[in-house]
């Protein structure tokens, strides 16, 4: 008898945590499409590594994000400076199963009577198919950093008077004006959207870069890093953190239009004034919400057709971390370590990319060592023994969690402690 037909999936905390941060933020991104109605375009700097999921039991769970928000200036043909909001996106006891949701939110299928939490999003459905949770309970956590848990004192704040949910009322971007011009008399600022299987509940955060709003992505800091010296590059337990926290955020947002499963290195970005000298610790995802070319997920008409998905490339998103994944142990761009037998061998350098990537995880350097370059493969082939390609399905989320995530983290510690890092 095969004993690995027996064994289940790796489940812990954390990974079912990454599953709810998932379900969260695929509703929180519809919700900013409709938050505002006065601009086109608008950006959020989606800080990764700092999504927090707050279970007081395992029956209650709130999401906390933190992001710059920002709209295009039409007359300036530039984004401004971004608001730093925080975000609690609270699963409400009433939260219906994804099934009795519609592709179209305004047309809602027949209510099912259900007796426990189920989320929400149609691509993390099968999440709560293994996980049964009966009658959830809410307590409203405090913002983050705020240091208060008296939830009657929370519940005055967004009660007097009562806050807006700019799914259906009030403008968020106008909203955020008026506060500009008058200091509010509470952190809270509104709902993106109020009613629902998720309540996101918008308040004031702190910045978390203290480097200004200009950002430099992770591409323009590999190509600069590339020309440097040795005494400038990044230490090994730097990078593999780093590389922890992007894997994390695959398994996050993959199938949500907070990730393109086009996602590259230019899609990453930090705080600060030039490549050499901005730091790597605090990752931010750009993501665009609005008609802009270059959104998540652009409208395709019936002249267009969606762009043809690489025949060599298993699974777009792990391959994608993996080609990230080499850039960061090189520090130098795919592109600046390609060779000749990789535009010969990609017809025309329509594969450029892959036959790189699969060259170079063959001979990566070693400075990571060779577990570092087992992952990298995994990544590149999606080949963790499930025999399916698709991260919506649990099995596969938990080898990747246990063979990518984990591994990765394990390695960090590793190099932290010979490197004798805080």
Same mark, same amino acid.
């Given at each position: 008898?095969?004993?690995?037909?027996?064994?289940?999936?790796?489940?812990?905390?954390?990974?079912?945590?990454?599953?709810?941060?998932?379900?969260?933020?695929?509703?929180?991104?519809?919700?900013?499409?409709?938050?505002?109605?006065?601009?086109?375009?608008?950006?959020?700097?989606? @800080?990764?590594?700092?999504? #927090?999921?707050?279970?007081?039991?395992?029956?209650?769970?709130?999401? @906390?994000?933190?992001? +710059?928000?920002?709209?295009?200036?039409?007359?300036?043909?530039?984004?401004?400076?971004?608001?730093?909001?925080?975000?609690?996106?609270?699963?409400?006891?009433?939260?219906?199963?994804?099934?009795?949701?519609?592709?179209?939110?305004?047309?809602?299928?027949?209510?099912?009577?259900?007796?426990?939490?189920?989320?929400? =999003?149609?691509?993390?459905?099968?999440?709560?198919?293994?996980?049964?949770?009966?009658?959830?309970?809410? !307590?409203?956590?405090?913002?983050?950093?705020? +240091?208060?848990?008296?939830?009657?004192?929370?519940?005055?704040?967004?009660?007097?008077?009562?806050?807006?949910?700019?799914?259906?009322?009030?403008?968020?971007?106008?909203?955020?004006?008026?506060?500009?011009?008058?200091?509010?008399?509470?952190?809270?600022?509104?709902?993106?959207?109020?009613?629902?299987?998720?309540?996101?509940?918008?308040?004031?955060?702190?910045?978390?870069? !203290?480097?200004?709003?200009?950002?430099?992505?992770?591409?323009?800091?590999?190509?600069?890093?590339?020309?440097?010296?040795?005494?400038?590059?990044?230490?090994?337990?730097?990078?593999?953190?780093?590389?922890?926290?992007?894997?994390?955020?695959?398994?996050?947002?993959?199938?949500?239009?907070?990730?393109?499963?086009?996602?590259?290195?230019?899609?990453?970005?930090?705080?600060?004034?030039?490549?050499? =000298?901005?730091?790597?610790?605090?990752?931010?995802?750009?993501?665009?919400?609005?008609? =802009?070319?270059?959104?998540?997920?652009?409208?395709?008409? @019936?002249?267009?057709?969606?762009?043809? @998905?690489?025949?060599?490339?298993?699974?777009?998103?792990?391959?994608?971390?993996?080609?990230?994944?080499?850039?960061?142990?090189?520090?130098?761009?795919?592109?600046?370590?390609? #060779?000749? %037998?990789?535009?010969?061998?990609?017809?025309?350098?329509?594969?450029?990319?892959?036959?790189?990537?699969?060259?170079?995880?063959?001979?990566?350097?070693?400075?990571?060592?060779?577990?570092?370059?087992?992952?990298?493969?995994?990544?590149?082939?999606?080949?963790?023994?499930?025999?399916?390609?698709?991260?919506?399905?649990?099995?596969?989320?938990? %080898?990747?969690?246990?063979?990518?995530?984990?591994?990765?983290?394990?390695?960090?510690?590793?190099?932290?402690?010979? #490197?004798?890092?805080?």
């Amino acid at each position: 008898m095969n004993k690995s037909l027996n064994l289940a999936p790796r489940r812990d905390a954390k990974f079912e945590e990454r599953k709810m941060v998932h379900d969260a933020s695929s509703r929180l991104y519809k919700a900013l499409e409709r938050a505002c109605q006065l601009h086109t375009e608008h950006l959020i700097l989606l @800080r990764l590594g700092s999504q #927090q999921v707050d279970v007081q039991d395992i029956q209650s769970p709130v999401v @906390r994000f933190n992001m +710059g928000f920002t709209h295009h200036h039409r007359i300036l043909s530039a984004m401004l400076e971004p608001v730093w909001i925080g975000v609690e996106s609270i699963f409400n006891e009433s939260a219906k199963t994804s099934e009795e949701y519609s592709e179209d939110e305004n047309q809602r299928l027949p209510t099912v009577k259900t007796n426990g939490l189920k989320h929400c =999003s149609s691509t993390s459905s099968v999440i709560s198919k293994r996980t049964k949770l009966s009658s959830v309970r809410f !307590t409203l956590p405090a913002p983050c950093g705020s +240091g208060s848990s008296d939830s009657s004192l929370i519940g005055k704040s967004l009660d007097n008077p009562p806050l807006p949910d700019f799914c259906i009322q009030h403008d968020f971007c106008h909203e955020l004006e008026k506060c500009r011009r008058k200091s509010p008399k509470t952190k809270y600022i509104g709902y993106f959207e109020k009613a629902g299987p998720c309540q996101h509940l918008v308040y004031f955060s702190p910045p978390t870069s !203290t480097h200004g709003s200009d950002t430099v992505s992770l591409a323009e800091i590999v190509s600069t890093m590339s020309k440097a010296g040795a005494s400038d590059r990044f230490l090994q337990y730097k990078v593999l953190r780093l590389a922890g926290q992007l894997a994390s955020a695959v398994l996050q947002f993959h199938a949500t239009p907070m990730l393109k499963n086009s996602w590259r290195s230019h899609d990453v970005v930090f705080f600060g004034q030039s490549s050499l =000298s901005t730091s790597i610790t605090l990752p931010h995802l750009q993501v665009r919400i609005g008609d =802009s070319p270059s959104s998540s997920n652009p409208p395709i008409t @019936r002249q267009e057709k969606p762009p043809k @998905r690489d025949v060599f490339v298993r699974n777009p998103y792990l391959f994608n971390l993996g080609v990230i994944l080499i850039e960061l142990a090189y520090q130098a761009p795919i592109s600046s370590l390609r #060779q000749e %037998s990789d535009l010969i061998n990609s017809q025309n350098g329509k594969h450029a990319d892959f036959f790189t990537a699969i060259r170079l995880s063959e001979i990566m350097a070693p400075s990571l060592g060779p577990a570092y370059a087992k992952v990298v493969r995994k990544c590149l082939w999606c080949d963790f023994g499930e025999g399916v390609t698709d991260l919506g399905d649990p099995a596969l989320q938990a %080898s990747v969690y246990t063979n990518i995530v984990c591994e990765l983290e394990r390695l960090e510690r590793g190099f932290a402690k010979l #490197q004798l890092a805080d």
